[in-house]
């Protein structure tokens, strides 16, 4: 017995990409908005992981973040610290994942299989993840260290 196997290509879906944007920009203007220009604030999630925010770009419609993930102490095994730039676009208050973890330029999509290992919707899943950092911060209070 055979089977017809299609392979179903992978649907971009811009309108998901932009929801996910408008929100992550709705979070991180708050964090950011006391941040001067080159300037940068540590915000604590917990006792062991706090969160690195510098301001490494600004301009009138666009502000670049940088945000890194860093674990306090060795209670943690195994945590990498993780990095992301973020761009803020003022204008259409949207926030996007510009590099993530040595990635420079992330794509809409990738073909399946690459050479790279990426997934297919890797964009949208990067700009989740920082949605979830954002979602940490803010439930832990967004207690600033000094």
Do not use: C
Not at 17 to 37: E, F, H, M, T, W
Not at 83 to 107: C, F, K, N, P, T
Request: proline share 4%.
């Amino acid at each position: 017995m055979t089977t017809d196997v299609r392979t179903r290509r992978y649907q971009f879906d811009l309108a998901a990409l932009q929801r996910l944007a408008a929100v992550n920009y709705a979070a991180l203007d708050k964090l950011v908005s006391g941040i001067p220009a080159q300037g940068n604030r540590v915000v604590k999630a917990g006792r062991n992981l706090r969160f690195s925010l510098a301001v490494t770009d600004s301009a009138p419609y666009t502000t670049e973040i940088r945000i890194q993930q860093q674990a306090l102490s060795q209670q943690l095994p195994g945590l990498r610290e993780a990095q992301m730039d973020v761009r803020l676009y003022h204008d259409a208050q949207l926030a996007e994942v510009i590099r993530s973890q040595g990635i420079a330029r992330l794509r809409p999509f990738y073909p399946q299989p690459n050479r790279d290992m990426h997934q297919a919707d890797e964009k949208h899943q990067v700009n989740y993840f920082l949605q979830e950092w954002l979602q940490l911060l803010s439930r832990s209070g967004m207690a600033q260290e000094n």
